[in-house]
């Protein structure tokens, strides 16, 4: 069949697998909701399932995501960082991408969903400030008005990206109950929702929250693994050994470990262990999770000895929350995915080391699985193994952070 994306030069597969009914992957997932949000739910389920088989729409996303967004992102060979570690590294430049993270190809799908409901109001929730900003961006672009919510603590650490939003004419309301981190910001979010549902289409940035969400941003982050597998076959003659993202919701490496499901590709999701998992200071929801319900879906949490959600912690706001998307839960579960922690120091090596080797600075989420590869390659990772890392986001936004915490000692 002729797809219609594939004439604009980016690379959208055929619809993947659906989550079984009532949008539940092996026991995880679900939607645990108000009433009042239902039937947003299923219309927004009813149109995606319409526009996802839907010629014009996918080819209209497909030439955003190449004459907008800048797809397909290129496959970097990192010569010098694979010389030093010893196993042959390859980046999936998401960093490359327009506003500089892998939460654009998520956006204008949701953008373009948010037109056809007749919808004019988006609302969105960020850590790090990417998804923001991209929710920003495609307001901009579509003109429709614009709210993203955003902890305090990530307000302050995450400045740049914060003007970034305001420039793009979007309002950024910091968020100062709980944490003050991301968790507290999808709470506001949804609250927002309700009491607007009419309008307003809440655009989550990850594979968390009720269903049809985990689903639906998957599909739409897909084109990352569908590209990185073909360009692997392009250049290798076949798939890579070991295919390493991090993970916090888990929308960059679920985007990225969906073409590789199928196949002997060892996968591999790194998670914030932050100041260490003995600590209870980490945001490593599959590591010390256990099954609740949290945002609309049931999925693994940090939890105390009573249910309640513990507050996460790792040095990169995009990371830094107590649950994993469902999927993800799943994956685990069946032993197909194998999640692993990196802390924030393992995060920084990664950030400076890449840096250094091969003049990419990585955004601190991405810089967890290059820290995490740095450590374990000639262990867990064989050495002369071929790598592939999905560079999910750029490190401008992380810059100011990381000067403060390492000073004039940036050399790895």
Known sequence: MDDPSRRAGVVLGPPGPEPAPRGRFAGFGGRFVPETLVAALDELEREFRAA???????????????????????????????????????????????????????????????????????????????????????????????????????????????????????????????????????????????????????????????????????????????????????????????????????????????????????????????????????????????????HGARSLYLQDEHGQIREAHSISAGLDYPGVGPEHAALAAAGRVEYVAATDEDALAGFRLLSATEGIVPALEAAHAIGWLAREAGGAVPAGATVLVTLSGRGDKDAAQVAERVGDGVAP
């Open 52 to 294: 996802w088989v839907d010629d014009a729409f996918r080819a209209e996303l497909a030439g955003l995501l190449a004459g907008y967004a800048g797809r397909p992102t290129p496959l970097t060979e990192c010569r010098r960082l694979s010389d030093r570690l010893g196993v042959r590294v390859l980046l999936k430049r998401e960093d490359l991408t327009h506003t500089g993270s892998h939460k654009i190809n998520n956006v204008l799908g949701q953008a373009l969903l948010t037109r056809r409901m007749g919808k004019r109001r988006l609302i969105a929730e960020t850590g790090a400030g990417q998804h923001g900003v991209a929710t920003a961006t495609a307001a901009a672009l579509f003109g429709f008005e614009c709210t993203v919510f955003m902890g305090a603590v990530d307000v302050e650490r995450q400045a740049l990206n914060v003007f970034r939003m305001r420039l793009l004419g979007a309002r950024v309301v910091a968020v100062e109950g709980g944490s003050a981190t991301l968790k507290d910001a999808i709470n506001e979010a949804m609250r927002d929702w309700v009491a607007t549902v009419t309008d307003t289409h809440y655009c989550i940035g990850s594979v968390v929250g009720p269903h049809p969400y985990p689903w639906m941003v998957r599909e739409l982050q897909r084109v990352v693994g569908d590209e990185a597998r073909g360009q692997c076959a392009a250049l290798l003659g076949g798939d890579p050994d070991v295919v390493v993202a991090c993970v916090g919701g888990g929308s960059n490496a679920i985007g990225t470990f969906s073409a590789f499901l199928e196949t002997p590709t060892r996968l591999v999701g790194v998670e914030a262990a932050g100041l260490g998992l003995e600590t209870g200071r980490h945001g490593a929801s599959v590591a010390r999770g256990v099954p609740g319900v949290l």
